[in-house]
C-alpha cells in the first residue's frame, strides 16, 4: 500500500465510530441505503452518549483500490424485469471477445441496458430507473448479471440496490461517469478518493438532519407555570429546568408531604382569620382538651396494667376457693334438710332478702330471725312451728359461721377489684372527644379508636379470665408521642396567632403561602417535568451526536487530499488523453476551484484565458464532450482497474476526427480490459472494426431489436459476411419464400420484396468486401490498400457484367411502381437461383484471392 492510503486509514482510525462504519459501507457498497442510515444514526448518538458500541471500520488496505482490483468482465445480463420497455427472451451475451458492440436503432433499449448497468454497477448519477410506463402490472424490478472476476465465474441477482461485486465497472454516459457537468455548466472532476468524501460529506449531512427531525418531533409539554405565581422560587427552579436537572433535585423542588398540605392549609386559615386572638384561645381549648384526653387514655392504660389484672384474678380465684369451703361446710351441716342446695349463692340472696325485709318491715324491733312464739315465716307468712324455729336459728348461725364469712370477705374484696377497673368509654364517646380535641388526622384518630378498643377488650378477657394467659395483651402506647407532639403544635399555632393578632408577619404569611401553593402546583405536574427532564436529557444526546457529524475534518483532510491526489500525473495523464483524442489544441487544464463542507470541486478551465470566463461559453458541444471523455480515461487509467468499461455512444455530437479518435482510443483500451460500447451510429461501427482489425482485436456485435425491445435481433446485413448470409438466405429465406408463394399473392408479394430488398443490400456487400476487397468501404474514412488494392486487377468484365446484371433486376424492386405496369416479382425459384449464382460468385472471388 502507498503511504498515502496507510496515512489516510490510520487517519480515519481518529474519527467518529459511526462516520468509520459509513466509510467501511460506502467503500463496500458504493453507496449507503435507507437501512445504512438508520443504523448509523443508532450508532451516532449511541457514540454521543458513550454507550457501547458496536461497528466496523475500514479494513486494512481496503482503500488501496489499485493494489486490490481483481480483473473483472462482464459476460450478460439476463432474466430482466419491469426495466424500462426491455422485453428480451434472451440473455444480452458480451461474449468472451475484448470488445463487444451493442448496436441498436433509436428506441431498440440501448438505454434501458446502460440504466440498468448504471444501477447494478452503483454509477454516481445512475438517473431513475422505471418500469414499463405503459404497463400497469409491473413486477419488480431485477436482472441476473453474469460475470468473471479473477478467473471465477458468478451469477448475481440485482433487484434494486447495486452488487458491490460489480462497483469496479466504469460507465460513461451522457451524464459524464466520473465527469459531469454542474449546475453552472462547469466540467468537474472528482476521483474515486475524494468522493468517497463527498458521499461521507452527505452521509453527514443526512444524519444531522435526522437528528434535527428527531428534536423537532421531541416538542416540550411542558405546562405553562402560573402568572400568579411568579417571583417564588419555585417559578426561578421551573424556569431553569435543564437536561442536567437530577432526580434528587426534582424531588426536593415538588415534595408535597401531609405536614404541607397542613401548613397550607394553616397559613390561609391565618390569613383570612378575622380574629386572631379568638382562633389562639380556641386552639388553646382545643390544646386542654387534647391533654385531658391524653390523660384519661393514659388513666385507661394504667387502669388495665398487668399488676391489675394479676391482681383481680388473684382476689377472684381466692373468692372461689372460700366459697367452695362454705358451700360443702352448710351441705355437710344441712344434710338433713328436706330441700337441697341450702348455703349456695342463690340461697344466701333469698336469705339476706329474708333479713332485709324482716328488720326493715315485718319486724324492725326484733333481729333477725324472729322466732317468738307468734312469729311468723317473712317468706310464706306462716305462724313458725317449733321445727320451723330450729332451722331458722340453724340458718342463721351457718350464716354467720366462719368459713361464711372467709368466703363473704373474699367476693366483697373481689367485688372491689372489679370496681376499680376503669370504665371504657364506647366509640360515640370516644369519637365525641376526638372531634372536641380538633383532631382531623384520620390515622391518628384510627390509632386512639383502636387503642381503647383493644383496652375494652382486655377489659372484658380479664373478667371472664381464669389464668393471667387468658387476657389479652395491653395495646402499644405510641399513639401517646403523635398526641403530645399535636398538643405542642396546637400551642405553636396559637403562639402564631398571638404574633397574627399583633398585625406585624401578614406579608410573610403571604409569601410563604405563594411558596406552598408553587410546590404544591410543581408537585401536581410532577410527571410532565420528569418527561421534560427526559426529553431535553434526549436533546442533549442529540446535540452531542451532532458535534459528530461535523464536516470540519472531512474538508480539511479532502483538500490536503486533493493537492496530493490530483497530481501532476493525473495532469499529464489527461493532457495525453487530449492528444490521443485529437483534442490538444484545446486550451484546457484540470484546476481546483473551491472547497466547502466536504467537497473540493475541480473544473475543466480554459488555459491563459485572459478573463474568467465558463468554459462551456467557449468550448462546442463536441470539444465539451471529447474533454469530458478524457478526463474521464486520465482517471480510469490512473487507477489502473482491470475491469470492464461501458460507453453509451461517446460519439455523439463529435465531428469526424474526433470520432476515429474515440473509436481508436476505445480499441487501445481492449489491450488491457473488457470495453462494451452500446451505439446506434453504423459509422462507430464501422470505425471499431475497421481499428480492431488492424489491432488484431477480436470483438463481438450484438443487434437489438426495435419490435421486441432488448431482444437479440439478427445483425444487419452490413455487419455480416456475405458468403454466409447468402446460404442463410438459400436455407432459410428460399423456403420461407415458398411456403408464402403456396399461401397467396399477398403473403408471397411481402416475403418476396423484403427477400430482394435484402439480397440487393447482399449484392453491395459483395462489392465492398469481396469483389474490391474492402480498399473502400462505406462508414471507414480510410482507403485501404495493403495487401488488398492488388485484387482490383484481378476484377474481370464478366464479375462487372454480373454485378450490374444482379444490380439492375434486385433495385427494380426498391422503388415505387406504377399501377398500370407493375414490376412483377420474381418466382421463389428465379431467386433461388439467382442466390447459387451469387453464392459461386463469392466463391470464385475468394479462390481467385487466394491463388
Known sequence: MTGTVIDLENWFQERPKWLQDAARRIVQKGNLTEQDYTELLTICIAEAIDEPVTFTGLSAGSLDIQETTKPLRLDSISDVKSINALCPSKPLEFGQTPLCIV???????????????????????????????????????????????????????????????????????????????????????????????????????????????????????????????????????????????????????????????????????????????????????????????????????????????????????????????????????????????????????????????????????????????????????????????????????????????????????????????????????????????????????????????????????????????????????????PLKDLSAEFERRAAACDEDAKGQNRPQLESKRKELFARKWLNQQRRAIDNEIARLVTVQKLHEAEDLTNTAALSRKKSMLTDNLITNAYIQRFKDELKVLKADRLLVEVKKTRAEVGRVYHRIALRNATRDVRTSDILSEGEFRIVSLAAFLADTEGRGSKTTFVFDDPISSLDQVYEEATAQRLVQLTKSRQVIVFTHRLSLVGLLENYSEKESVSKKIVCLSRIKIGDIAELPITLTKTKPTANRFLNERIKAAKAAFQIGDAEYEKEAKALCSDIRILIEQVVETDLIAGVVRRYNPEVQTKNKIEHLAKITVEDCMFIDKLMTSYSRYEHSQPDEAPVELPMPEEIEKDLREIVDFIKAIQKRKDS
Not at 458468478?154 to 459524464?176: C, F, H, M, Q
Not at 388513666?299 to 376457693?321: H, Q, V, W
Request: net charge negative.
Open 103 to 481: 448496436y441498436g436503432r433509436t428506441g431498440a433499449g440501448k438505454s434501458g441496458y446502460v440504466r440498468l448497468l448504471k444501477h447494478a454497477c452503483g454509477a454516481r448519477h445512475p438517473g431513475e430507473l422505471l418500469a414499463n410506463i405503459y404497463k400497469a402490472d409491473a413486477q419488480p424490478q431485477s436482472a441476473s448479471f453474469t460475470f468473471t472476476e479473477d478467473g471465477q465465474t458468478k451469477t448475481l441477482k440485482w433487484s434494486g440496490n447495486p452488487l458491490t461485486e460489480l462497483r469496479r465497472v466504469d460507465i460513461y454516459d451522457t451524464a459524464g461517469g466520473l465527469v459531469y457537468v454542474n449546475e453552472e455548466n462547469e466540467v468537474a472532476f472528482e476521483p474515486w478518493i475524494l468522493r468517497l468524501f463527498t458521499q461521507l460529506t452527505g452521509g453527514c449531512e443526512t444524519i444531522k438532519q435526522r437528528i434535527h427531525a428527531k428534536m423537532t418531533s421531541l416538542q416540550s409539554t411542558k405546562p405553562v407555570f402560573p402568572a400568579e405565581l411568579a417571583n417564588t422560587t419555585e417559578a426561578t427552579w421551573y424556569a431553569n429546568i435543564t437536561s442536567i436537572t437530577s432526580t434528587v433535585d426534582a424531588d426536593n423542588n415538588t415534595r408535597w408531604e401531609l405536614e404541607d398540605e397542613a401548613e397550607l392549609v394553616e397559613t390561609s386559615k391565618r390569613l383570612v382569620e378575622a380574629d386572631p386572638v379568638a382562633q389562639a384561645n380556641t386552639l388553646r381549648r382545643q390544646r386542654t382538651l387534647l391533654d385531658q384526653l391524653v390523660t384519661y387514655l393514659n388513666e385507661l392504660y394504667d387502669g388495665l396494667s398487668d399488676e391489675r389484672c394479676r391482681s383481680y384474678l388473684k382476689a377472684k380465684a381466692d373468692a372461689c376457693t372460700k366459697r367452695t369451703a362454705a358451700d360443702q361446710d352448710a351441705e355437710k351441716v344441712f344434710q338433713k334438710a328436706p330441700l337441697t342446695g341450702i348455703g349456695s349463692e342463690s340461697w344466701r340472696l333469698l336469705w339476706e332478702a329474708a333479713r332485709k325485709y324482716s328488720e326493715d318491715q315485718a319486724y324492725t324491733s326484733k333481729s333477725f330471725p324472729n322466732v317468738a312464739e307468734d312469729a311468723r315465716c317473712v317468706l310464706c307468712q306462716r305462724e313458725l312451728d317449733q321445727e320451723s324455729r330450729d332451722r331458722f336459728r340453724s340458718f342463721e348461725s351457718f350464716v354467720k359461721s366462719e368459713l361464711q364469712n372467709q368466703a363473704s370477705r373474699a367476693e366483697q374484696h373481689l367485688q372491689t377489684i372489679e370496681t376499680s377497673f376503669p370504665v371504657v368509654p364506647t366509640s360515640d364517646v370516644v369519637t365525641m372527644r376526638l372531634d372536641a380535641t380538633g383532631i382531623a388526622d384520620d390515622s391518628l384518630r384510627l390509632m386512639v379508636t383502636s387503642f381503647v378498643e383493644a383496652l375494652a377488650k382486655r377489659k372484658q378477657t380479664c373478667l371472664a379470665a381464669i389464668t393471667f394467659e387468658e387476657v389479652t395483651a395491653l395495646p402499644s402506647n405510641d399513639l401517646f408521642v
